[in-house]
């Protein structure tokens, strides 16, 4: 018996993005170490491991950054699958305020000062306003902040139930 709450270190065998990964979708991987209980070897290092993404969200372009969540699925150890039940890895991308504020803002101020400088008041009123919709626009398109795992990251999960191997 494998009680609920051990560790189970993985390494990806493949990439996963909030970019392109869908609920439910798959993934594999191995044992980073060996599965180990009472001192008996339930599972060398190495042995496959095969997972699915709980939740995935693209990154928006002005909000909502990328969202990742995995979990695993079965660890296949001599020809037998053993399912497992696994608490679940998550990422999420950082917020978008700052950043376009610092796009639309720094924009809009450069243009109130070169229009400021080139036609005086309504110079520089017509100016903040073609900087602050070039300030947006940089902002939407360099906007998304997708998340993710890359190939070969070690990840650790923990069994949610305790586990019988016969």
Known sequence: MIPAGTPIAVRLQQSLSSATATSGETFA??????LV??????????ADVSGH????RRSGH????????????????????????S???????ASFK????SWIGGSTAGGALIGGL???????????????????TAAYVTGHKDVGFAAERRLTFRLTQPLEVS
Do not use: C, M, Y
């Open 37 to 46: 209980v009472n001192g008996q070897t339930i599972a060398p290092k190495g």
């Open 29 to 34: 991987a191995v044992l980073d170490e060996p």
């Open 87 to 93: 608490s679940s890895v998550s990422v999420q991308g």
């Open 98 to 101: 700052k950043r376009n504020w």
């Open 118 to 136: 080139a036609g005086g008041g309504k110079g520089a009123l017509i100016g903040s306003l073609v900087g602050a919709g070039g300030g947006t």
């Open 62 to 85: 002005l909000h909502s950054p990328g969202f990742l969540r995995i979990a695993l699925d079965a660890i296949h150890v001599n020809g037998r699958e053993i399912a497992v039940q």
């Open 53 to 56: 993404v709980v939740s995935a």
